[in-house]
């Protein structure tokens, strides 16, 4: 049948029932076709092509039109069509064009390390974007200051090394260049462009006063905090410092003081990494009672076999769990699976007694804990540090069970002890995964002067718990192990 006669642009061409079915009859599609074009105009082959807002900017028409005006021979909708030809003409394959790409991703780079040094404070992913800059584009113009920038990374992220091999190649290739000369004027204090550097007063103060909370001088802190807060008001506050301060007020019961810390966190620091944990601590201090009701209604009941004797560890401050009991000093020694140092740095050294080391032995293939030493730190905060490293230890190898255990070496000193692991190689291959993740992701609101790393196996750790010779424990694992720790 054909269709019925009459029927202008807009009527159903599907509702003539005497036709046959629309996609096999030829006349009907051409008409449907042609009305189509008239009601519509042409159309690109693009999404929400109905939306009027999306046709008026890729079909070049004027609002309240809806098309039927179609200048002959016009290309407009041409532009907006995916094709083979359309995207080829996107591709830089001139010089010219190359040139333009490549610029553009060099500056990427470089606004990429800048963003993660400055306002994330990711310092291991600045210093891969720094890397990468120099690896494409060596002797650009962002070479210079990508150089001095790594000095600066490399030293807040404890690696020496490498430290010294970017301050080597930044001196050599600009001898002449502004950053060379910053760091021949403060070559042990390197200063990150942009900030405000370690001889304004107001951030000194600040800092100060942040050591005062973590030392546990609590009440001189806020004292001078508040003589501060008057002279300088809030605009030098660090995320740290608001941190812990908050975790001082928590433990005083000031939920709501420490909220509108944590709060400052959340909204004046959003892109640091303290901005997620200031988020969960105050949704759990906003369920304070609850969660405190519920842990003290909660009944445990332990088997006595499940219980673990540790030997050598300070039983009040030991998290006990149920691990199989084994040689080396009642505990099961872990291995990280996830962990694969070169055993052959290891297990092919002998027995190193050095003659200054107070008696310290170290033999590779003996149990041994990976160790962080906390420099005056004050009791609270030796627990926040704990349960970040358990939160890390969940996240990274959730397959082991890894116990931590703190003590107290002296008035100064707290060792908080992770493992044991079953050699020295598998305890150096935890630091070497956690060390790079301190500063960033597990103590971000602790400063790096605070704490450093350390692997340590019982006979040494009962050893040090007697002499307390700290410093020459040190000195042998430097000197033993070099470029480590």
């Known amino acids: 049948g054909t269709p019925a006669k009459g029927k202008g642009p807009g009527s159903d061409i599907f509702s003539d029932t ?28 693009v999404d ?17 039109n809806k098309g039927n005006v179609v200048t002959p021979g016009s290309n407009a909708s041409d532009s907006t069509e995916v094709t083979y030809e359309s995207l080829l003409a996107k591709l830089p394959l001139t010089v010219e064009l190359i040139a333009a790409s490549n610029t553009i991703i060099r500056d990427a780079l470089f606004e990429n390390g800048k963003t993660f040094q400055d306002r994330l404070e990711d310092y291991l992913s600045a210093i891969d974007a720094y890397e990468e800059l120099l690896r494409r584009f060596p002797g650009s113009a962002k ?15 404890n690696n020496p090394a490498k430290m010294e091999s970017a301050k080597q190649r930044l001196l050599s290739a600009f001898p002449n260049g502004k950053y060379a000369q910053l760091l021949k004027q403060q070559p ?25 909370f973590i030392e546990g001088k609590f009440e ?37 003081i420490a909220i509108n810390r944590l709060t400052a966190i959340r909204t004046g620091f959003a892109a640091t990494p303290l901005a997620e944990k ?24 332990r088997k006595e076999d499940d219980v673990v004797n540790r030997v050598g560890i300070d039983q009040q401050n030991t998290v006990t769990r149920p691990v199989p009991v084994d040689t080396l000093r009642g505990n ?63 996240e990274q190898f959730y397959r082991q069970r ?17 493992g044991p692991f079953k050699d020295a190689a598998t305890a150096v291959g935890y630091v070497d995964k956690a060390k790079p993740a301190a500063a960033s992701r597990i103590l971000p609101w602790l400063s790096e002067a605070k704490y450093s790393f350390l692997i340590i196996s019982n006979t040494n750790l009962d050893l040090l718990k007697q002499n307390k010779e700290l410093e020459a424990y040190k000195k042998l694992m430097t000197e033993t192990l070099p470029g480590k720790f």
């Open 18 to 45: 005497k036709s046959d079915w629309y996609f096999g009859n030829s006349n009907l599609k051409s008409k449907g076709f042609t009305e189509f074009k008239s009601e519509w105009g042409n159309r690109p082959n």
């Open 48 to 64: 929400n092509w109905r939306r009027q807002q999306a046709i008026d900017k890729s079909g070049g028409l004027k609002p309240g």
């Open 143 to 157: 070479e210079e200051e990508a150089l001095f920038n790594l000095v600066y990374l490399y030293g807040k992220t």
């Open 188 to 212: 042990l204090s390197v200063t990150a462009p942009g900030s405000t550097g370690n001889n304004d007063a107001a951030t000194k103060k600040y800092e100060a006063i942040y050591n005062l």
């Open 220 to 256: 001189q802190a806020k004292q001078e905090k508040e003589k501060a807060d008057q002279l300088y008001g809030s605009s030098y506050w660090t995320p740290q410092l608001l941190f812990i301060e908050s975790i001082y007020y928590i433990k005083q019961r000031q939920d709501s």
């Open 278 to 301: 200031a988020t969960n601590m105050i949704d759990v201090l906003s369920r304070r009672r609850q969660i405190e009701e519920y842990l003290t209604n909660l009944q445990v009941e």
């Open 332 to 394: 099961k020694p872990v291995v990280l699976d996830p962990v694969k140092p070169r055993v052959d740095t290891f297990a092919t050294k002998p027995p190193v007694v050095l003659a200054e080391d107070k008696g310290f032995r170290f033999i590779p293939t003996d149990g041994h804990y990976a160790l962080l030493i906390l420099d005056n730190v004050d009791p609270v905060y030796v627990t926040e540090a704990k349960n970040a490293l358990a939160r890390f230890n969940s």
């Open 402 to 418: 890894i116990d931590l255990t703190n003590h107290s070496l002296t008035a100064r000193y707290t060792l908080v002890l992770v």
